[in-house]
């Protein structure tokens, strides 16, 4: 296998396992149990990583979403929790999801090494929401800290997506217009509107 077909077989696997905890049950319990609702608590828990930043800060790293809907989300979440503590919330939730769903994978130990040695050897250069997730501690166990490396390989992926998207003078609405056409309204947009 060239490391072309690796990208190209392990990166859809990363991108729909990475966030399989951001709205599961046990996450949305634990949302509720902070004082946020769902969304909050996914914008928060995976932006927290940035520490207490204006919602405009939260935007640049995250991507795709309308910045006025982002702000009032951002800005009203942060006045129940702290930023970095809804990170480190966020965090156990994917550890714990994966303590539920991947202690009989086989050859979870060497995914985890795997995973470890990519997030050890990937620049973090311009990868702001990467470079911050990345400084985090992780679980020790090897069931948490695999999934919690799944979410901050996709967040890798994702802060290159962005950049790549700038680069190229593609704005995020469009990009995500092209590319998931039906969740438009649930990053904030209206029909028409031009992204940021």
Known sequence: MTP????????PRIGALGPAYYFAP??????????????????????????DVDASVAHSALGYFNPTMLADLWTSACEVLDP???????????AAHGRRHLPDVDGLDAL???AEAVAAAADPMALTLYAA????????DVPGR??????????????AHLLALRACGVDTKTAHHI??????????WAPGERGG
Not at 84 to 94: D, Q, R
Not at 133 to 140: E, L
Not at 180 to 188: E, S
């Open 4 to 11: 072309e077909e690796l990208v190209h077989d392990v990166c």
């Open 26 to 51: 046990a996450t949305l319990e634990r949302a509720g149990e902070l004082g946020l609702d769902p969304f909050r608590f996914y914008l928060l828990g995976r932006g927290g990583v940035l520490g």
């Open 84 to 94: 970095k503590v809804a990170a480190a919330e966020y965090l156990e939730c994917a």
């Open 112 to 114: 985890c090494a795997a």
């Open 133 to 140: 997730a990345a400084t985090f501690p992780r679980a020790t």
């Open 146 to 159: 695999t999934m919690q490396l799944l979410s901050l390989l996709r967040e890798y992926r994702g802060s």
């Open 179 to 188: 590319r998931r056409p039906n969740d438009v309204a649930l990053f904030g």
